[in-house]
């Protein structure tokens, strides 16, 4: 069994409205929103043997606020997941060697969104009255939001309906434990 959790970057700032979309930085409730979502990781017990991640400043901040980590994954920097749709997620994803265990996907809106909604597949969302996590992710995949997976067989036969919805998350579920935070 392996397990594949797929994180929205954190939410990036438009300060600088003339930076290109790529080199946009997390703003200040992103890298909020990233700790959170870093402690909550944490103590889920959930740490990657493998990171694919964008090549994105808010990505690659992302990933930064998710350190330390117990035992520290390898991290593979990828220009094509940049904006990447579904299928060249899920292209990708078909690459990682059968070695690894749990993988962790930092990337982009809609993509990432598209990918989770494959993965669980038509029949398990038409379902999703009987699941509140499958209902809030046919809703949308919020900036920081993280879906993790169990996926039976290997990583190259990921397909539609390949994979277990375990838990979806996001920053503002935990935003009680994080209301007195600066």
Same mark, same amino acid.
């Given at each position: ?13 438009? *300060? ?14 992103g890298r909020r929103a990233a700790a959170t ?88 969302? *038409? ?53 007195? *935070?600066?």
């Open positions: 069994m392996r397990q594949l959790l797929l994180l929205r970057h954190a939410k990036s700032s438009w *300060d600088e409205r003339e930076l290109p979309d790529h080199e946009r930085p997390l703003n200040p409730r979502m870093r402690d909550a990781m944490e103590r889920l017990g959930l740490v990657p043997d493998l990171v694919l991640v964008s090549s994105s400043v808010r990505t690659l901040q992302t990933l930064e606020a998710l350190e330390p980590w117990a035992d520290t994954p390898l991290v593979d920097r990828m220009e094509t997941l940049y904006n990447a749709p579904a299928s060249v997620l899920l292209d990708t994803i078909h690459t990682v060697k059968e070695t690894v265990r749990s993988l962790l996907v930092i990337a982009h809106n809609p993509g990432i969104h598209e990918l989770a909604v494959t993965l669980v597949g038509p029949q398990a969302l *038409d379902d999703s009255y009987a699941n509140a996590d499958l209902r809030r992710l046919g809703d949308g995949y919020p900036s920081g939001a993280l879906t993790e997976f169990t996926i039976n067989g290997p990583w190259q036969g990921l397909g539609k309906g390949g994979g277990r919805l375990i838990r979806f998350l996001c920053p503002r579920d935990f935003a009680a434990e994080h209301a007195s *935070d600066p």
